[in-house]
């Protein structure tokens, strides 16, 4: 059993930027994809952006440009750099991990869930 545990978000005012952590236990490895979700208030959860075990990135449309997904390995942790937010990305965070190779931004490809981190941006 995995564990996720997000950390970093708050609020801010459009066009600022925010660092989303997660930290997993025990420790994975490189034989996991990562990604993060977001959820807002009456809204189904969508992938925003997510990393292969293979390095491969990919990104909702948008957020391209705006927000970097990384992960350090030796710290088991997984990041989410978002610039020039805007007041529609507001919503909770969610990181994701399953073992896999590729990329993936349907939720039914994940398997552990961390309870989230709020991010709010106001206009």
């Known amino acids: 059993q995995v564990q996720l545990v997000e950390s970093g978000g708050g609020s801010v005012q459009s066009g600022g930027s925010l660092r989303l952590s997660c930290a997993a236990s025990?420790?994975?490895?490189?034989?996991?994809?990562w990604a993060w979700f977001r959820q807002a208030p009456t809204k189904e959860r969508e992938g925003v952006a997510s990393?292969?075990?293979?390095?491969?990135?990919i990104y909702a449309d948008s957020v391209k440009g705006r927000f970097t997904i990384s992960q350090d390995n030796a710290k088991n942790t997984l990041y989410l750099q978002m610039n020039n937010l805007k007041p529609e990305d507001t919503a909770m965070y969610y990181c994701?991990?399953?073992?896999?190779?590729?990329?993936?931004?349907?939720?039914?490809?994940?398997?552990?869930w961390g309870q989230g981190t709020q991010v709010t941006v106001a206009s």
């Open positions: 990393i292969g075990n293979n390095g491969a990135t």
């Open positions: 025990p420790y994975t490895g490189s034989n996991y994809r």
């Open positions: 994701a991990a399953r073992f896999g190779w590729w990329p993936r931004l349907d939720p039914g490809d994940y398997s552990y």
